[in-house]
Nanobody
Framework: QVQLVESGGGLVQAGGSLRLSCAAS?????????MGWYRQAPGEQRELVAT???????NYADSVKGRFTLSRDNAKNTVYLQMNSLKPEDTAVYYC?????????????WGQGTQVTVSS
C-alpha cells in the first residue's frame, strides 16, 4: 500500500510564501503517474489547485496561475507546491493526490491534508 505524506503547511501573512511537499512511500514496488494538490475551505467543496504529469506537464486552477508553481522529483516520488503572493482566500486544507500503480493496478491515493492559513 502506498501512502502520501504531506508537509509544509502553516500560518502566513497575505503576500507571503509557503512550500508544500508530498512524498509517496510504500513497501511494494510502485510507480507514480499524475500527482497534484487539491484544497478544501470550510463549507466549500474540494477543488483542484494544480496537477503535474510524470513528464512534468502542469495544469493550474485559474485562481492560482502566476502565483503557484508545481514541480516533482520522480526519483524521490515527491511533488512540491511553491505558493507565492498568498491571499486570505487561499486559506484551506491542502490535500496531495496521486495516481499510483502497483502490480499493474492503478489506484487514486489521497494524503491526510495540511492546513494553510493566510491572514489579512
Amino acid at each position: 500500500q502506498v501512502q502520501l505524506v504531506e508537509s509544509g503547511g502553516g500560518l502566513v501573512q497575505a503576500g507571503g510564501s509557503l512550500r508544500l511537499s508530498c512524498a509517496a512511500s510504500g513497501r511494494s514496488t510502485f510507480s507514480i503517474n499524475a500527482m497534484g494538490w487539491y484544497r478544501q475551505a470550510p463549507g466549500e467543496q474540494r477543488e483542484l489547485v494544480a496537477t503535474i504529469s510524470r513528464d512534468h506537464s502542469t495544469n493550474y486552477a485559474d485562481s492560482v496561475k502566476g502565483r503557484f508553481t508545481l514541480s516533482r522529483d520522480n526519483a524521490k516520488n515527491t511533488v512540491y507546491l511553491q505558493m507565492n503572493s498568498l491571499k486570505p482566500e487561499d486559506t484551506a486544507v491542502y490535500y496531495c493526490n496521486a495516481w499510483v500503480t502497483v502490480a499493474y493496478t492503478t489506484t487514486n491515493v489521497w494524503g491526510q491534508g495540511t492546513q494553510v492559513t493566510v491572514s489579512s
